[in-house]
């Protein structure tokens, strides 16, 4: 294209003509453009074909050849009622038009800057688009616009962008009608395009929605289809309240925020371009942050920029400072992991100091962030995130009062607090809310806490020492106060026994901590009585939270439903207020150990000291006490019956501590081995295991004893409304109660039965009280039972050939192996139907040899033998007859 | 009041000649028109689309394709190019049958017989395709002496001659099917039977041939000798594409985006 231009300049000029030696000629070369010219030659000529008058630079003559003939210039014709350089404009009166550059009627033209008549006249240096001198460089731009080049006031051209104008940038503006130098640096025609503009002042993109700033400074955008946090957002809406006038007074882009919102690209003396001074522009917009210019946030009168630069920022929020490893390390080690907080921590991080003077700091304990909150909050509090971050509570910029020595919170401070920490805000309501008086407001929650640089747990301001060696930290932060030097020494810890322990694991998730502190029990927020998380009042629900086992609903321990137990009314009321479990327990200075909450009575185990403090004369359960024959307890038990315990799987109860003697611990029998005090699986007596029936209880132990079921010795099997002397029944109270009692038994034995004096051996008396006239076991009344004893020495010791099982008894009933008598129990069992069988008949049976409660079933080896040889058989067989008893000893 | 107003009137309609009828579109700068077969043909290049009208200016249809300048329309084919070196051969539909590459920058197409003459304004030459795009010779060039050109523009053909619109040097060049120069005819000037930058040129019929000026604003015939016969209308506003069909002749205002019809005989 650009040669046939030349070979059309060819033909239509002479060469060497210059403009300035041009005359009107009548030669057709010349008229080819100086229609007028012709016009004038001919205009009283009736035949013609147009009176109008064209001069050559007339934009329908330039179009003659460019409307796809000589060239394609359409776009650039149509370009002149849109984005093009400007014609037949008049210039303003001001306006100082360089030499060598037309008007027409003072008019612009295409005339002004184009002609195919060159200084030169020569071809070679003509400029292909017939200016009027050679746009290098846009020097020829620059003649009339000269303020929209000079140096330091407009976008940068030419060597002012050598070497920074990135290839791919190069080639986008050259794709999109752009020019570029030679040396790859840009000039006007860079962004203008006179004729083939697409936008307004001839730009070859549109600016509006900063399309044309985004080819070359993509880098410094963040739009939707450039997402980039480290630079100023645009296409957003202006904030409501922005000064948009002074944006308008620059002619800047206010339909939305753009590039050209705040920076100009011409004649503009504010440094980066920009519409106001760099101190005053953000604030235009950011009115609200304007504040900022009167707090200490404003370093040095830097402004916005103290902390924020508009493009390539170093961290979010535009940040403009950079982030030292120090600030690093201090937000790792107070856990800051709200979104935005390493920000603030640039500066507030320990050691460093501004101005001599050392930034604050937030300590080492601190109110967490990154956590997201549970429930919506009614205060519009920013969220980065959807995250707690400083910049939820603080405003960076300014107070909620604006008050520039504010602490930079978005609200009072009490009012931040309730807005997350709703339910605590009841401490207004309770024994909390009023700690000091002098200094303190109700409900202030810095009476106790510090938000930032907290001494201890739960962000206290106060602790329990100098640093809280309490773990959880919550219970130094509790004894700060309740300490007898401490606000609360009325209510401290006074006993000399431990209280509800703390630190160990919490066992239920309905309570807080994962160890068990004093805020696992009480909120210290609450307005409820005695600051409770779960009331006790009525039945312990606090304390069965985590007691799940030791509930004592329905036992005869839940003494405000048990009609046996008569509560004065101030015992009722205590125990209505406190709970059921206070009627042992306290929480709290306890009178001894397992927080005993009574006085303790007397007695030789811990059982009997705590049991005693109601099971005892003139106590509360003065009708159930053990009196004075009564289940061995404590050293009265021997070693071998020990192991009878272990074995049971009944607990030995450990006497340092009143609890169930873990492994390793030495523990004895005592209350706690057969009842459970709290319920157990018998509900009414709180015994471990069921006595009812087969006396599961006492048989875990005595199991030899136990064979007794299913025998005629088992009441059930004989006579089923059997009750005891006591008055208990075999069929409510078990098997063993037929015949013993663990408390008030009548006897050593535990005998529960009057036992009639028919021999002067107890023992005998035993099996006789039933086995006579008028007993239970009248129907085998045993009228020779009477082994002599008065003038011989029974012995039971071990000989050659000894066998068999014959023990022999004092007349107290106490087992001896000399000097002892032989009496019922010598040759029968009471417990054992038959050795030799391992199921009881389950019915009344007449015995033989091989049962009936026999010991043995043969004499061999026996004291029988001992003393009466080949004999013994004979009368051992016929014992209970009278054929050998007789006045006259038998023995040999 | 009343007689300066019907005398405008008056003055219009005798400027503008047997003005008939006019067909208007939103197009952009379009270039060259044709008719065939009842419809109008716009080159609406800009756009890139070809704009299809029927005769009473209602708007068919438009056929896509890149960059379109000058159209022939022949024996139920359309003929196209486009100035970034393409012809495209489309059915009356639209659907695109063939599609040549050619040389330098196409301007306009003209059908004789079995060759295609493409006027070629890179090198002001006239260059003759066979049917299937390949080039047979290419004649003119640069210059002033006849048979070349300065400004070669659009073509038309009749059944014998291929016509030429030779625009700076104001005159309209004839050549015959093998690509041999005939005649040329046109003074350079702008009284009737003048030419000053005639745009376009159209074969009528009957040995008549119109040619439109867009400077002079006129559309004017002549005979195939270049002997001058009327002006068929003038004081139109940069008249470029003409068209004949069934004695009318549409002219293109292309920057008024309207094509106006005039019938050659009298006033339709």
């Not at chain 1, 025609?189 to 400074?217: F, M, N, T, W, Y």
């Not at chain 1, 309240?241 to 925020?257: L, M, P, Q, R, Y």
């Not at chain 1, 030495?666 to 459970?676: E, K, L, N």
């Not at chain 1, 015949?739 to 009057?754: F, G, I, N, Q, Y």
Request: with cysteine; charged share 25%.
């Amino acid at each position: 294209m650009r040669k046939s231009l030349l070979v059309l300049l060819s033909v239509l000029i002479v060469p060497g003509v210059s403009e300035a030696k041009l005359k009107k000629s009548m030669k057709k070369e010349c008229l080819v453009c100086h229609e007028n010219w012709l016009l004038e030659a001919k205009v009283k000529s009736p035949k013609l074909l147009t009176t109008e008058s064209f001069t050559a630079a007339n934009r329908l003559m330039c179009l003659s050849c460019h409307d796809g003939s000589m060239a394609d210039d359409r776009l650039t014709f149509l370009g002149f009622k849109h984005f093009s350089h400007p014609v037949d404009k008049k210039v303003p009166e001001d306006f100082k038009m360089p030499k060598g550059f037309p008007l027409l009627n003072g008019k612009l033209y295409c005339g002004t800057c184009h002609t195919p008549h060159t200084k030169t006249g020569s071809e070679k240096k003509l400029d292909y688009t017939f200016m009027r001198e050679p746009n290098v460089n846009s020097a020829l731009c620059m003649k009339c616009h000269k303020e929209n080049a000079e140096h330091g006031m407009n976008h940068p051209i030419l060597k002012d962008t050598k070497d920074k104008l990135k290839v791919e940038y190069a080639l986008e503006i050259e794709k999109l009608g752009g020019k570029i130098t030679k040396n790859r640096e840009v000039q006007c025609e860079s962004c203008h395009s006179p004729h083939r503009g697409r936008a307004k002042k001839s730009l070859i993109e549109p600016v509006d929605r900063s399309q044309l700033c985004a080819v070359c400074h993509i880098e410094n955008v963040n739009s939707k289809e450039h997402p980039n946090f480290r630079n100023h957002p645009i296409h957003k809406k202006f904030p409501k309240g922005a000064e948009i006038s002074v944006f308008k007074e620059k002619k800047a882009i206010t339909s939305s925020v753009e590039c050209m919102t705040c920076h100009k690209v011409h004649k503009e003396k504010n440094k980066h371009l920009l519409v106001a001074e760099e101190k005053k522009l953000c604030i235009l917009c950011h009115i609200q942050e304007k504040a900022v210019l009167r707090t200490k946030h404003n370093v040095d009168g830097n402004s916005c920029k103290t902390c924020h630069v508009a493009h390539k920022a170093k961290g979010r929020r535009l940040w403009s400072r950079s982030i030292p490893e120090d600030a690093f390390d201090y937000a790792a080690l107070i856990e800051a992991k709200g979104q935005t907080d390493i920000l603030c921590l640039s500066c507030h991080y320990p050691g460093h100091i501004v101005d001599g003077k050392e930034i604050e700091t937030v300590g080492t304990l601190t109110h967490p962030t990154g956590k997201e909150l549970k429930e919506k909050i009614k205060l519009k509090l920013p969220l980065p995130g959807k995250r707690l971050a400083c910049t939820t509570c603080h405003d960076p910029h300014h107070s909620f009062d604006n008050n520039p020595k504010g602490k930079f919170l978005r609200a009072p401070r009490l009012k931040l607090c309730y807005t997350c920490h709703r339910e605590e805000a009841d401490v207004k309501n309770g024994p909390h809310g009023e700690i000091d008086k002098k200094r303190w407001k109700r409900g202030d929650c810095a009476a106790c806490h510090n938000v930032h640089k907290a001494k201890g747990g739960y962000l206290s301001r106060v602790v329990y020492g100098e640093t809280s060696p309490m773990e959880p930290p919550v219970d130094g932060f509790c004894l700060a106060c309740h300490d007898p030097e401490g606000m609360a020494k009325h209510k401290i810890k006074q006993s000399v026994f431990n209280e509800h322990p703390v630190g160990v694991k919490n066992p239920t998730d309905k309570l807080p901590g994962k160890k068990v502190s004093c805020a696992t029990c009480h909120d210290p927020h609450t307005h409820k009585e005695i600051l409770l998380r779960i009331p006790v009042k009525g039945n312990s629900e606090l304390c069965i939270t985590c007691h799940t086992d030791e509930n004592l609903k329905g036992t005869s321990h839940d003494l405000l439903n048990n009609p046996d137990v008569k509560l004065t009314r101030k015992q009722r009321e205590e125990l209505i207020k406190f709970g059921n479990c206070s009627a042992c327990h306290t929480p709290h200075n306890p009178k001894f150990k397992v927080l005993w909450n009574r006085k303790p009575g007397k007695g030789e185990t811990i059982g009997e000291k705590l049991c005693f403090s109601c099971h005892a004369k003139g106590k509360l359960a003065e009708k159930k006490t053990i009196g004075k024959f009564t289940h061995p307890m404590g050293r009265e038990v021997t070693e071998k019956n020990l192991s009878m315990i272990e074995n049971s799987r009944l607990p030995l109860i450990n006497q340092m501590t009143g609890h169930p003697a873990k492994k390793g611990e030495i523990g004895i029998m005592d209350c706690a081995t057969c009842h459970d005090p709290h319920n157990g699986a018998d509900r009414k007596r709180l015994t471990r295991y069921t006595v009812e029936g087969d006396s599961a209880l006492c048989t875990a132990c005595h199991t030899t004893e136990g064979r007794v079921v299913g025998t005629d010795h088992d009441m059930r099997v004989v006579k089923k409304n059997f009750k005891n002397a006591l008055g208990e029944e075999v069929l409510k109270d078990g098997v063993c109660s037929a015949c013993h009692v663990p408390h008030r038994a009548k006897d050593k034995l535990l005998w529960a039965t009057d036992v009639k004096n028919i021999t002067d051996n107890k023992m005998a008396n035993y099996c006789l009280t039933c086995h006579s006239k008028g007993g239970v076991g009248s129907k085998k009344i045993v009228k020779y039972y009477y082994h002599p004893h008065s003038d011989v020495v029974v012995r039971n010791f071990d000989r050659p050939g000894r066998s068999g099982d014959w023990p022999i008894f004092t007349k107290d009933g106490k087992q001896v192996h000399v000097g002892g008598e032989i009496t019922c129990e010598t040759c029968h069992d009471p417990h054992v139907w038959s050795k030799w069988t391992t199921k009881a008949p389950g019915r009344p049976v007449e015995g033989n040899a091989l049962n009936s409660f026999l010991r043995n079933k043969d004499l061999k080896g026996s004291i029988c033998v001992d003393c009466h040889g080949l004999d013994a058989l004979y009368r051992y067989k016929l014992f209970h007859t009278d054929k050998v008893h007789h006045k006259k000893p038998s023995y040999r | 009041m009343r007689k300066f107003a019907i005398a405008i009137i008056f003055l219009i309609a005798t400027s503008l000649g047997a003005l008939s009828g006019e067909i208007k579109g939103n197009w952009k700068f379009p270039s060259d028109i044709a008719v065939s077969n009842g419809k109008l043909y716009v080159v609406d290049g800009l756009n890139n689309r070809i704009a299809v009208y029927d005769l009473y200016g209602q708007h068919l249809t438009d056929i896509k394709l890149d960059s379109p300048f000058g159209i022939a329309a022949k024996d139920g084919l359309l003929y196209v190019t486009s100035q970034k070196g393409k012809l495209y051969v489309l059915d009356e539909t639209g659907d695109i049958e063939k599609t040549f590459s050619l040389k330098g920058r196409p301007i306009d197409v003209a059908k004789l017989k079995d060759r295609l003459f493409i006027t070629d304004g890179k090198t002001e030459s006239l260059d003759i395709y066979d049917l299937n795009g390949k080039i047979i010779k290419s004649v003119g060039g640069k210059g002033s002496a006849p048979g070349n050109f300065v400004g070669i523009f659009m073509a038309d053909s009749s059944k014998k001659l291929v016509f030429v619109v030779d625009s700076v040097n104001a005159r309209i060049q004839e050549f015959d099917k093998d690509g041999n120069y005939v005649n040329s005819f046109g003074v350079f000037g702008i009284e009737e039977g003048d030419l000053f930058r005639p745009k376009s040129v159209a074969y009528c019929g009957n040995g008549t041939v119109a040619v439109s000026d867009a400077i002079t604003g006129a559309v004017q015939l002549f005979d195939i000798y270049g002997g001058f016969e009327k002006v068929l209308a003038k004081g139109l506003y940069y008249p470029t594409a003409v068209a004949c069909y069934k004695g009318e002749v549409f002219v293109l205002e292309p920057l008024k985006n309207r094509v106006l019809t005039f019938k050659i005989q009298g006033v339709k």
